[in-house]
C-alpha cells in the first residue's frame, strides 16, 4: 500500500521548470529518500505534497485516495506534516505555547497549560527528546528547536512526515539521535520523507530512494539494490564530480594567528575558556566538536567581531574573509541582489553603477557556477546552496591572507561541495591560512592539516598532521571513534 | 502652599489616579495593537476623534450614555478603516498613524467651525454619571466612584489574563511575534490584528470620552500629546500590563508634581516642568530598565 502517490506533477516558476512530470510512490510505513542536487526540485516537490504550492499539472494520491490541496492546512488535514528546513518557531514563546498554537487545549477560555504540558512531557519521554516543555524557544540551540518542531507535529498526530534536511543544522552525535526517532516513528507505522543530498545518510536510513534531477524523477531503488556508487551517478547525471587537488607543501609554514589563553564572554555566559590555537600559513586547521562549544565565537573572535576579556590575540595580517555559521543573519544582506551582496565588502569601490554590478554578478557566476533567474533578485530568492556559494566566492575573491570558514559546505550539492574543497585547498596551496570549522567530520578529515577537537570552548586535544597522516581504513575509524568521543567530552586514553 | 505636606496628601493621590486613567488606557490601547503586530501611533488622533465626537453628540443630543456609545462605536469604525490601511493594503503604520493623527485634529476643529462657529471649543457638557454609594465615601471617593477610572483598574489584570493565558492571547501573540509561523499553524493571522487594532479604538475611546467628560466640553489641543505618552508608557513597560500600570502611575505622579508646583508659586519655569515626561522617559531608556524588545514582528505588514 502507497501512503503518498505523485503522479506527473509538473510545477514551473517562470522560464524555470521546478518539477517536470515527476512520478513519486512513497510505501506505507517506510523511510523514503529524495535525494538530489541544489535545484534539482525536492523542496518544491514537498512544498506541493504539502499544500504550500499548487501543481500545474498532476495528481497527488494520499492513502490512495484524490487529494486537492488548497493550503497546508488541508495537508495537515490528511495528517501529513512538515518539518521545514527554516524553522517555524515563535522565539518568545515557550516549547509549550509554539506546539499547542493553533490546537490549543482550553478551559473555558482559559489555556489548560497543565493538560498541555502533560500530553507534550509524555510524547518527550515517549521518543526519549530530552527537552524542558517550559523553556523559551529562544534559549534552545539548533538540535532542541528541532525538537520543539518535531512535538508541533507529533502534538498533531502527524502520520506522514517530511523533512527537509534536517540534518544540515545537527553535529554528528545529533544526527546519530535524530535517525534513532526517525526510525522508532517507522516502526509505530508513520511514513518519513526526507530530502538530502548526502548519501551516507541515505545509506544509513532509506528504505527506499527517489532520486530528482533538474525537476524530474530519473531513478527509483529500495535499500536491497542500493548501490551507492550507481546513486552518485544518477545524482549528478552526465556530470563528472570536479576531481580533487592535490595538497601541496610550500615550505613556508609561519605562523599567522597566535590564540594564547583567550577568554570570552558574552550574555553573562562564559563561550571560550582558555583557548589556544596557532594558525600557520599554507596550512587548513580544523575544528570540530558539537554545536555550541564556541565555534561561532573563534570565528568572530579571529575576524575581530568580538572582544576578549582575557588572553593574547595576535594576527600578521588583518585581511580576513569569514564565512559565519549563519550565513542568513550575519553572512548577506537577503534583500540585495547578488551584486551588491558581493559588492559591499569591496573596500576599494565607491560608486557604484549598474554596469559595475552586472560585470561583477557575471564573473561570478560564470566562475562558481551559480544558478539564479535574475542578476536584480534579492539573494534570498536563490537556493541555499546557490546563497552559500555567492558568500564563499566573495570571500575568495576578496583574495585575503586568512581565510574564516564555519561551514562551508552546508546546504550544498556533492559538485557544488567538491567545488568549494578544492578552492579551499588551492588557496592553501597559495599561502594562505585557512581555519575550518565544520560539524562534518568527513569534511574535516579530508582538508584540515590539523584538527583540533572543541569542547566548553577550548581545544581539548589537536592532532597534528603526522597522526592524521595515517592511511588504512581501520586507523581513520579508530581515529574518528576518538573525536566523536572527544567532542562530548569524554576523555580518551592515548 | 505646603508642597510636600501636598504631595502625602489625598488629593495629591486623587490628582495622580486622574492622570493616570487616559494614560492607561491609552497605553494599553497601543499595546494590544502592537502585540498584533500592528503599530499604532494613532493612539492620539483616535482620542481627539472619540473626545470630540462625545461632545458633539452630548451637545446635540443632551444624553451622555447615547454619546458615549456613539463615539465608541465611530472609534472602533476609525479603528477599522485604520486596520483596512495597515492590514489589509499594508501601508506603512507609521505613516498611516501620522496621517491619522494629523487628519484628526483638522477635521476637529473643521466640523467645530461648521456648527459651533468657532474652531476652538465646543459649548459646555454634562459628565458622565457617578457611581452613586462610592461617591459618598470620605477622602478620595469622589474620584474613584468613575465607572472609567474603575474599569481602567480592573484593565490591569483583565490584560494580563487576556494576553498570557486565553487562546485569544496566545494566537495575538503569535501574530505579532512570527505570523508565518502561526499561519503555518492554521491561525488567521491577520483577523487576529484585526481584533487588536479594534481593541485599541475601543480603549482608546474610553480615554477621550473620559478626558472630555471631565473638562465637560472638547477644546482644540485638549489631548495634548497624551497619546504619544502613552506609547511612551507602553515602551517603557516592556509591552507587559503591569509594567506598563507602573509607567503610567510615575508619568502621572510626575504630572501631578508638575502641576501642584505650578500651583504652589514657586517661581520655576513652566516649560522646563512640562517637558519632564520626556525626559523621564529618555532617561528610564537609555539608563533604569535595559534593552526593551517589542514584538518580533512588530510593525511589519503580513
Request: some cysteine.
Amino acid at each position: 500500500m502507497n501512503s503518498v502517490e505523485l503522479i506527473n506533477i509538473s510545477k514551473h516558476f517562470g522560464s524555470l521548470m521546478a518539477n517536470d512530470g515527476i512520478n513519486l510512490k512513497v510505501r506505507d510505513n517506510s523511510v523514503h529518500c529524495i535525494i538530489g542536487e541544489n535545484g534539482a526540485g525536492k523542496s518544491t516537490l514537498m512544498k506541493i505534497l504539502f499544500g504550500i504550492y499548487r501543481p500545474d499539472s498532476g495528481e497527488i494520491r494520499v492513502n490512495g485516495i484524490p487529494a486537492h490541496f488548497r493550503s497546508a492546512h488541508d495537508a495537515i488535514k490528511l495528517k501529513i506534516g512538515m518539518l521545514h528546513q527554516h524553522f517555524m518557531l515563535v522565539e518568545d514563546f515557550s516549547v509549550i505555547e509554539n506546539v499547542i498554537l493553533g490546537n490549543e487545549l482550553s478551559k473555558g477560555i482559559t489555556l489548560d497549560f497543565d493538560k498541555s504540558r502533560q500530553a507534550i512531557t509524555g510524547l518527550i519521554e515517549k521518543y526519549n527528546l530530552s527537552l524542558n516543555p517550559d523553556s523559551k524557544v529562544s534559549d534552545l540551540n539548533v538540535s532542541e528547536k528541532q525538537k520543539t518542531e518535531l512535538l508541533k507535529l507529533l502534538y498533531r498526530q502527524s502520520e506522514i512526515i517530511i523533512f527537509d534536511e534536517p540534518t544540515a543544522v545537527l553535529s554528528p552525535v545529533e544526527v546519530g539521535e535524530f535517525f534513532k526517532i526517525i526510525t522508532k516513528f517507522r516502526d509505530e507505522g508513520k511514513t518519513i520523507i526526507v530530502i538530502t543530498h548526502k548519501l551516507k545518510e541515505v545509506r544509513e536510513i532509506a528504505d527506499d530512494v527517489t532520486v530528482l534531477r533538474r525537476g524530474k524523477s530519473v531513478y527509483s531503488v529500495n535499500r536491497e539494490s542500493l548501490d551507492i556508487d550507481v546513486l552518485a551517478k544518477e545524482i549528478v547525471g552526465e556530470l563528472e564530480p570536479a576531481t580533487a587537488l592535490q595538497k601541496i607543501n610550500m615550505g613556508n609554514n609561519d605562523i599567522a594567528v597566535e590564540i594564547e589563553n583567550i577568554v570570552l564572554d558574552k550574555g553573562g555566559v562564559r563561550k571560550l575558556d582558555g583557548l589556544n590555537m596557532k594558525l600557520r600559513k599554507g596550512e587548513v586547521y580544523g575544528v570540530c566538536g558539537v554545536e555550541g562549544n564556541g565555534q561561532g565565537e573563534i570565528a568572530d573572535l579571529i575576524f575581530g567581531l568580538e572582544k576578549y576579556s582575557s588572553g593574547k590575540f595576535i594576527t600578521f595580517s588583518d585581511l580576513i574573509s569569514l564565512i559565519p555559521d549563519d550565513r542568513i543573519e550575519k553572512g548577506m544582506i537577503k534583500e540585495f541582489s547578488v551584486g551588491e551582496n558581493v559588492i559591499l565588502k569591496n573596500k576599494n569601490i565607491n560608486i557604484i553603477s549598474k554596469n559595475l554590478i552586472a560585470k561583477t554578478t557575471s564573473e561570478i557566476v560564470s566562475k562558481y557556477d551559480i544558478r539564479l533567474s535574475d542578476y536584480n533578485a534579492p539573494l534570498q530568492s536563490l537556493s541555499g546552496g546557490n546563497q552559500q556559494k555567492v558568500i564563499f566566492a566573495r570571500e575568495i575573491e576578496l583574495d585575503n591572507d586568512i581565510l574564516v570558514f564555519a561551514h562551508p559546505t552546508r546546504g550544498v550539492d556533492i559538485n557544488a561541495s567538491a567545488f568549494i574543497h578544492s578552492v579551499i585547498i588551492s588557496e592553501r596551496n597559495k599561502g594562505k591560512t585557512v581555519l575550518l570549522i565544520s560539524s562534518d567530520l568527513d569534511e574535516i578529515f579530508f582538508l584540515a592539516d590539523r584538527i583540533g577537537v572543541l569542547y566548553k570552548g577550548k581545544i581539548v586535544r589537536e592532532f597534528s598532521s603526522n597522526e592524521l597522516s595515517s592511511k588504512s581504513e581501520e586507523d581513520v575509524d579508530v581515529l574518528l571513534e576518538k573525536i566523536g568521543k572527544l567532542m562530548i567530552g569524554i576523555t580518551v586514553e592515548e | 502652599m505646603d508642597i510636600f505636606g501636598y504631595i502625602i496628601s489625598l488629593s495629591f493621590l486623587a490628582q495622580v489616579l486622574r492622570l493616570f486613567t487616559p494614560y492607561y488606557l491609552g497605553a494599553s490601547a497601543a499595546n494590544f495593537s502592537e502585540r498584533g503586530g500592528v503599530i499604532n501611533i494613532a493612539i492620539e488622533g483616535f482620542m481627539i476623534t472619540s473626545a470630540f465626537c462625545y461632545a458633539l453628540f452630548a451637545v446635540l443630543t443632551g444624553n451622555v450614555l447615547l454619546s458615549l456609545f456613539l463615539a465608541v462605536t465611530i472609534n472602533i469604525l476609525f479603528s477599522l478603516l485604520y486596520s483596512a490601511f495597515t492590514i489589509k493594503l499594508k501601508i506603512n503604520q507609521i505613516v498611516t498613524g501620522v496621517g491619522f493623527n494629523l487628519l484628526m485634529a483638522g477635521l476637529a476643529k473643521f466640523i467645530m467651525m461648521l456648527i459651533f462657529r468657532s474652531s476652538s471649543n465646543t459649548p459646555r457638557i454634562e459628565s458622565l454619571p457617578h457611581i452613586p454609594f462610592i461617591a459618598d465615601m470620605p477622602g478620595i471617593g469622589k474620584v474613584l466612584a468613575d465607572y472609567i477610572i474603575i474599569f481602567t483598574f480592573l484593565l490591569v489584570p483583565i490584560s494580563q489574563y487576556l494576553i498570557y493565558k486565553t487562546k485569544f492571547g496566545l494566537r495575538l501573540r503569535s501574530a505579532g511575534e512570527n505570523p508565518a509561523a502561526a499561519e503555518s499553524l492554521g491561525v488567521n493571522v491577520r483577523n487576529y490584528k484585526l481584533y487588536g487594532v479594534m481593541l485599541s479604538g475601543f480603549l482608546s475611546a474610553l480615554a477621550g470620552i473620559w478626558l472630555a467628560s471631565n473638562q465637560n466640553s472638547f477644546s482644540d489641543g485638549m489631548i495634548a500629546g497624551r497619546g504619544y505618552i502613552a506609547i511612551a508608557a507602553m515602551i517603557i513597560g516592556k509591552w507587559k500590563p503591569w509594567n506598563i500600570f507602573w509607567a503610567c502611575i510615575m508619568f502621572a505622579a510626575f504630572e501631578a508634581f508638575e502641576i501642584s508646583l505650578q500651583i504652589s508659586g514657586i517661581n520655576f519655569p513652566s516649560q522646563l516642568l512640562q517637558m519632564l515626561p520626556y525626559l523621564i522617559t529618555v532617561l528610564v531608556l537609555i539608563g533604569f530598565i535595559g534593552k526593551t524588545k517589542p514584538p518580533a514582528a512588530d510593525g511589519i505588514p503580513y
